[in-house]
């Protein structure tokens, strides 16, 4: 399999990628962690399988409405910080999103709820500022 360049891999994520923070409900209280991933709709997944292999996360197959089914990687916690932190210095138009992301990570156990939730509020505004 073809290794990538960080540079590389960077620029598709800027095109491709999306960096949030995802809040899943439980029994005991609301729990936060970044998730990344990474969507493509062509029959070559090479990017997507070499991230899986280098970095963990999960590659999946999914069908759209009208057109052709595409595939997706998706990583969280420490697998998203490991590969953000290896694109950030690389990325242009979500070099913001990334470094609040892993801002929220390292520090997102001694927030509060309320701080959390800012937070995911915060990187949303990002990607649209």
Not at 7 to 21: K, N, R, T
Not at 36 to 52: K, M, N, R, V
Not at 121 to 126: A, F
């Amino acid at each position: 399999m073809t290794d990538f360049s960080p540079q590389y891999v960077a620029g598709f994520f800027d095109g491709e990628g999306c960096v949030m923070i995802h809040r899943q409900n439980r029994s005991i209280g609301p729990y936060y962690n970044i998730r990344t991933s990474i969507a493509q709709s062509t029959d070559d997944s090479g990017l997507l399988g070499w991230l899986e292999e280098e970095f963990g996360g999960s590659v999946g197959r999914y069908a759209r409405q009208g057109g052709r089914d595409a595939w997706s990687w998706t990583a969280t916690g420490k697998v998203a910080v490991k590969f953000l932190t290896w694109i950030k210095d690389y990325t242009y138009y979500k070099t913001e999103q990334i470094e609040f992301a892993l801002e929220f990570e390292k520090f997102r156990r001694e927030w509060s709820d309320v701080q959390r939730e800012s937070g995911r509020q915060h990187l949303r505004d990002l990607k649209f500022a």
